[in-house]
């Protein structure tokens, strides 16, 4: 609509004006990511905005995507300033994996080496040995293993038990979900593959197991990204928040997507295929981050001492991913 191509016309100017460029999750809202790409900023998966952030010359980092995602690049570049279309953008395995609690758990077993998922606060990187995100995941925890680490995972426990399966390293897990995959259905998933034989399944391994049981490939946002691009089909189930069909669709115009079933006809599935958190970066938001005359519900700030300790862990994944 004119309304909203005048957001972008001015979110364009003021990102120009205030030398700061807008990194992208593939879970925002296809406007933002499109937003993202013709402004010079990045869309990518939580990996590579982190990459992105610190990489790029300009002073100020606008994350649109969820709350972590702003402490990571905050973290890596402290020197630049971090803003985010909302700080309500939480995440539910953020959530779920309070510090205290995760580091009494970790306390209580202190010959393990603590990996956490990139989905955590700063408090609880600060805690960990190894921070990951999905696409890394499983090489990092391959490496442990061999070199005979016992390991503490969290505070995803589908992906967890997705990387003990694969690499076969045993870890004590925390009990934690993200609530978008978590409504993904084996038993719909299994009818709607009857429906449509020849569609290749990707699944993203925050999805249950039952799920992640019938995938044609499993990977992180980017991996299902270049497996929808690599595959020969012409149809694709995706077992992952929508957003990322921009993408998919992007790349390979010809191709169908449709998205994998959460429970029953909908009524019951609190997220549908989007995270409600992701969904708050809009164009309104995005706009106010740049204007707006109290930051302080903008901007990132991590506690110094917090932020020394967890880069540690960050600059390890970094470095490994290399
Ligand atoms: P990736 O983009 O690393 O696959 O992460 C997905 C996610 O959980 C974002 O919140």
């Not at 191509?5 to 004006?17: H, P, S």
């Not at 990996?115 to 999905?134: E, L, P």
Request: with cysteine; hydrophobic share 40%.
């Amino acid at each position: 609509s004119e309304q909203k191509a005048q957001y972008k016309a001015r979110i364009k100017t003021l990102l120009a004006e205030k030398n700061a460029v807008l990194v992208a999750h593939y879970y925002t809202d296809p406007e933002i990511q499109a937003l993202a790409e013709e402004t010079g900023g990045c869309v990518s998966d939580s990996l590579e905005m982190a990459r992105f952030g610190r990489d790029h010359p300009a002073k100020t980092l606008i994350v649109a995507g969820v709350k972590f995602m702003g402490e990571t690049a905050k973290i890596l570049s402290p020197e630049k300033r971090v803003f985010m279309p909302t700080l309500e953008a939480t995440c539910s395995l953020d959530l779920g994996c309070p510090e205290k609690e995760f580091s009494d758990f970790c306390d209580a077993h202190p010959d393990h080496t603590v990996v956490v998922y990139a989905n955590t606060s700063a408090a609880v990187k600060a805690r960990a040995d190894w921070v990951v995100t999905s696409s890394i995941a499983l090489e990092i925890v391959e490496h442990l293993d061999s070199e005979g680490h016992k390991i503490i995972w969290g505070p995803d426990k589908h992906l967890g038990a997705y990387i003990e399966k694969q690499t076969g390293a045993k870890m004590l897990k925390w009990n934690g979900a993200c609530i978008v995959h978590d409504e993904f259905k084996a038993k719909h998933l299994h009818d709607l593959k009857s429906m449509y034989p020849q569609a290749a399944v990707l699944v993203h391994p925050e999805s249950p197991s039952s799920v992640i049981d019938l995938a044609d490939a499993v990977g992180s946002t980017s991996q299902l990204i270049k497996a929808s691009q690599e595959m020969d089909n012409e149809m694709f189930i995706v077992a992952t928040d929508k957003g990322i069909f921009y993408k998919m669709q992007q790349l390979t115009p010809d191709k169908t997507f449709i998205e994998a079933p959460t429970g029953g006809n909908g009524a019951t599935c609190k997220s549908c295929a989007h995270c409600p958190w992701m969904a708050m970066n809009g164009l309104v938001a995005i706009e106010n981050a740049l204007i707006a005359d109290d930051l302080s519900e903008h901007e990132i700030f991590v506690d110094d001492d917090l932020r020394e300790k967890a880069l540690i862990p960050l600059d390890r994944m970094l470095n490994f991913a290399q």
